[in-house]
């Protein structure tokens, strides 16, 4: 299996820690973010990862140089502007179609989260549902939620800031879950992308859930995960991840 960790971004909400590199390479317990990320990848099976590189992309690169790859195959897609999920994605599509007649879904990772998802399991739940995309989801307070219907397919979202709702697929019962930054993909979804330049992967999924296609949510509830985007959350990961190894 295949994967794709998205670490291009500024890191802005870690500032001051990412003015002198990107956030991927600040560590939580001794570990870079990449490095638990592409371990986390690895124990699932996944052997090829492309990595798109942005802010400080040459550390990045240096970075996985001097650690082997950590084993892996790893490319890198440099972005010279941000591209956002989407066109981040768009852009290292062709990692993902190499080998023609390719149907195997892949992974797609925020370098920024940390989590026990299991993702063998997460894949495995995509193909048997035969999803276009799966999103790990939980129940928990957040600043925008996915709305699903008691199947768990995507039909709109809604932003907790204002309460403005989106729906592209009716349903007379919405459940509000919390998306985690994670997805599996089925290639065939690359084909079907016709925006360009710097949008949103999540527009993307709105978008083809209106047209009929089956996004799904995972129900990840019953795994540790935290967004790493700010400072404080890294001091709560650090004393997480002692406490789990008490344990």
Known sequence: MKAMVLAAGLGTRLRPLTNDRPKALVEVGGKTLLEITLDRLRESGV????????????LMIDYLGKHNNFGMRIEISREDILLDTGGGLKKAAWF???NSG??????????????TIDLYSMAQFHVEHQALATLAVQQRQTSRYMLF???????????????KTEIVRHSSQLQPLAFSGIH???PRLLSMMTQEG??????????????????LGFRA??????DLGKPESLTQAEQDLKQRSRE
Do not use: M
């Not at 509830?221 to 935290?226: G, K, L, S, T, V």
């Open 221 to 226: 509830d019953e795994y540790y995960w935290r």
């Open 184 to 186: 599996v993909i089925s």
């Open 149 to 163: 219907d008691d199947q768990l397919q995507l039909c709109g979202r809604r932003s907790a800031k204002d309460d």
């Open 102 to 115: 390719a149907d195997e879904p892949f992974i797609l990772h925020n370098v920024d989260v940390i989590s």
């Open 47 to 58: 052997r090829e990862v492309i990595v798109n590189v942005h802010h400080f992309a040459d």
């Open 198 to 215: 710097v949008f949103s992967i999540i527009d993307t999924y709105l978008r083809f859930a209106n047209q009929g296609e089956k996004i």
């Open 96 to 98: 993902f179609l190499e």
